[in-house]
């Protein structure tokens, strides 16, 4: 059985796209960057911490 000329021609094509080469890296990089951000974001929030320092409690009078 032999493969049609043109899929011959493009799987013992060398030249590849730039996303045929880069596509590993490029999801790595990705996967990276969501880790290093996240890092990122629990040490801000180590160092500035939310709490109820910013809860304003508002008191109101009763009807009797």
């Not at 021609?9 to 590993?24: A, E, L, Q, R, V």
């Not at 974001?41 to 009763?62: E, F």
Request: aromatic share 8%.
């Amino acid at each position: 059985m032999m493969a049609h000329q043109g899929a011959a021609h493009y799987i013992n094509d060398g030249t590849k796209s730039f996303m045929d080469k880069y596509t590993d890296l490029v999801h790595l990089g990705a996967a990276a960057l969501s880790v290093i951000g996240s890092i990122f974001a629990a040490i801000y929030a180590k160092i500035h911490p939310q709490g109820d320092s910013n809860v304003v409690v508002v008191k109101t009078a009763q009807s009797a």
